[in-house]
C-alpha cells in the first residue's frame, strides 16, 4: 500500500500559478501510474485532471486543463507534480493525487491509493 500527501495548494488570482506536490512513501511508487483529480465541493464527483505513466513518458489530461496544466514526476523522489499555470475560477477545488495500475483509464474506480488533498482557491 503506497501512502500519499499532497501539498502547495493555496489562494492565488486568476492567471496564476501553482505547483502541487504529492510526496509517496513505500518502494513500489515507480511501478504505479500517477494521477491527479480534482472535487468541487464536498459530495460532488471527483473530476479527471491528468495522470502519468509509471516511467513518465506518458501523460494524460482532460480538456479542460490540456495546455495549462502539466503533470511530472520523479521516481528518485517518490513525487509527482502538476503544475498548473492559467489558472481560471473555475480551477477552484481539492486536489488529490492517486495511485493507478491502469494508466490510460480516467475512471475514478481504477485508482487505488489516494492523498487527504489539498485546496486550490482561484480568485477572479
Known amino acids: 500500500q503506497v501512502q500519499l500527501v499532497e501539498s502547495g495548494g493555496g489562494l492565488v488570482q486568476t492567471g496564476g500559478s501553482l505547483r502541487l506536490s504529492c510526496a509517496a512513501s513505500?518502494?513500489?511508487?515507480?511501478?504505479?501510474?500517477m494521477g491527479w483529480f480534482r472535487q468541487v465541493a464536498a459530495g460532488k464527483e471527483r473530476e479527471f485532471v491528468a495522470?502519468?505513466?509509471?516511467?513518465?513518458?506518458?501523460?494524460d489530461y482532460a480538456d479542460s486543463v490540456k495546455g495549462r496544466f502539466t503533470i511530472s514526476r520523479d521516481n528518485a523522489k517518490n513525487t509527482v507534480y502538476l503544475q498548473m499555470n492559467s489558472l481560471k475560477p473555475e480551477d477552484t477545488a481539492v486536489y488529490y493525487c492517486?495511485?493507478?495500475?491502469?494508466?490510460?483509464?480516467?475512471?475514478?474506480?481504477?485508482?487505488?491509493?489516494w492523498g487527504q488533498g489539498t485546496q486550490v482557491t482561484v480568485s477572479s
Open positions: 492517486a495511485t493507478t495500475r491502469y494508466y490510460g483509464s480516467r475512471g475514478f474506480a481504477d485508482f487505488g491509493s
Open positions: 495522470a502519468i505513466s509509471w516511467t513518465g513518458g506518458s501523460t
Open positions: 513505500g518502494r513500489t511508487f515507480s511501478t504505479y501510474g
